[in-house]
Nanobody, 113 residues
Framework: EVQLAESGGGLVQPGGSLRLSCATS????????MRWLRQAPGKGPEWVAA????????TYADSVKGRFTISRDNTKNTLYLQMDSLKPEDTAVYYC??????RGQGTQVTVSS
């Protein structure tokens, strides 16, 4: 069974940082491109970042470029998203997803003073 479980969300002040994790199982993690998505209240899903299977190539949405860093540990089947300089507009539920469309339940990130 394919499983993805996000963690690490929470409430943070503007300018703060959070590190999200996505623990996976049930598929060959080290063979898949992985992505982070987010969905803000009342809006559709937004792609945030992607990383290739080896972890050697990353891409970012313009809205997070220079502030977020996607990474992975293929020995732990885990995906990460380091989020720095957070802004209120980053408030959303964050999801990890594999290249076949499977995704987790999400973790809430709220940026507010």
């Amino acid at each position: 069974e394919v499983q993805l479980a996000e963690s690490g969300g929470g409430l943070v002040q503007p300018g703060g940082s959070l590190r999200l994790s996505c623990a996976t199982s049930g598929f060959p993690f080290n063979s898949y491109i992985m992505r982070w998505l987010r969905q803000a209240p009342g809006k559709g899903p937004e792609w945030v970042a992607a990383i290739n299977s080896a972890g050697s190539s990353t891409t970012y949405a313009d809205s997070v470029k220079g502030r977020f860093t996607i990474s992975r540990d293929n020995t732990k089947n885990t995906l990460y998203l380091q989020m720095d300089s957070l802004k209120p507009e980053d408030t959303a539920v964050y999801y990890c997803a594999n290249d076949r469309g499977a995704r987790g339940q999400g973790t809430q990130v709220t940026v507010s003073s």
